[in-house]
């Protein structure tokens, strides 16, 4: 066990549907990480937020966006679905306090788009 | 661009048949190179970070070297628990992202 957490773990939607991600970070870690896994694509690095603000963005498309909140946890909000988005989606945490800045990955969340 | 390559996609051993991973990196100036194990279905689980070129870390029956172009999981009398997908990831310098090569699946037959 990481320490992230991430709900929901599966999520079926239809087309065009809007859903959101949560993640909880390990206890200290400043830093989430979103990313893709896809079949075809592999790990896609999406967004990182640190301590509340944007820190980097990566192949996120403009549909798609995060936030951290005070608490350190983040949302990852999806909308107008498509069938390609079907993917799973991991959240990562780490402290970022020096250079040695392991990612701990959560257990995902399975999206379905129908 | 930032580019990782991991070969064999795909590797079955024997029980106690002993093999290596590779990951070949393109990227300026590397920060790390990261080792994980990821299970059918589960998030990648970390195994390793090496920081420059001749750097070596072990963890029971796993070894990964780096050199300034590749690096090596080496795999010692395998047990069918170690059936699992390996990843490897390079973080460059003044980035915390991290660029995912598609992974080699090991299976591991008993």
């Known amino acids: 066990d990481s320490g992230v957490t991430q709900t929901p773990k599966h999520l079926i939607t239809a087309t065009g549907q809007r859903v959101t991600l949560r993640c909880s970070p390990r206890?200290?870690?400043?830093?989430v990480y979103w990313y893709q896994q896809s079949l075809d694509q592999g790990l896609q690095f999406l967004i990182q937020?640190?301590?509340?603000?944007?820190?980097a963005k990566g192949n996120i498309l403009e549909r798609f966006s995060a936030q951290q909140f005070p608490d350190l946890h983040s949302e990852l909000n999806l909308s107008s679905l498509e069938l390609g988005d079907s993917a799973l989606y991991f959240c990562?945490?780490?402290?970022?306090?020096?250079?040695?800045?392991?990612?701990?990955f959560g257990p995902g969340t399975r999206l379905t788009v129908l | 661009e930032d580019q990782v390559t991991q070969s064999p996609e795909a590797l079955r051993l024997q029980e106690g048949e002993s093999s290596s991973l590779n990951c070949s990196y393109t990227?300026?100036?590397?920060?790390?190179l990261f080792w994980y194990r990821q299970d059918p279905g589960k998030g990648p689980e970390f195994l390793f970070t090496?920081?420059?070129a001749g750097e070596e870390k072990e963890k029971e029956r796993l070894k990964a070297t780096l050199t300034k172009k590749e690096s090596f999981l080496h795999i010692t009398a395998p047990k069918p628990e170690d059936s699992a997908t390996y990843l490897c990831?390079?973080?460059?310098?003044?980035?915390?992202?991290?660029?995912f090569g598609k992974g080699t699946k090991l299976t591991v037959n008993p």
């Open positions: 990562a945490s780490s402290q970022q306090q020096t250079s040695t800045d392991t990612q701990y």
């Open positions: 206890s200290g870690d400043l830093s």
């Open positions: 937020y640190y301590n509340g603000e944007e820190r």
């Open positions: 990227v300026s100036g590397l920060r790390g």
């Open positions: 090496l920081y420059s």
């Open positions: 990831a390079v973080q460059k310098g003044g980035s915390e992202k991290l660029v």
